[in-house]
């Protein structure tokens, strides 16, 4: 395995992790509500919306990876021409 390889799977294994954490800490606000520390309204749209955050930037930042990876990109193609 090359060290580009090793760096594009360890960035994405960070990203999917955020996003289960995100999923994880969204499932608990919506289902769980014992599993959250504080039990009142402003706690839980604290976390849920942090969650929310994590989840979207987590979500993009995989998406932009895979984009940039992929073969056929531009960014790709650039750096096959540089090496």
Not at 11 to 26: F, Q, R
Not at 54 to 68: A, C
């Amino acid at each position: 395995m090359t060290h580009k390889e090793r760096l594009y799977r360890a960035l994405k294994s960070e990203c999917e992790a955020n996003i289960n954490e995100a999923l994880l800490t969204m499932d608990m606000c919506f289902f769980k509500g014992t599993a959250i520390g504080e039990h009142t309204s402003e706690h839980f749209l604290a976390e849920a919306l942090k969650a929310l955050d994590k989840l979207t930037e987590s979500r993009d930042k995989l998406d932009t990876l895979k984009q940039y990876h992929d073969e056929s990109s531009m960014f790709n193609k650039q750096q096959q021409l540089n090496d």
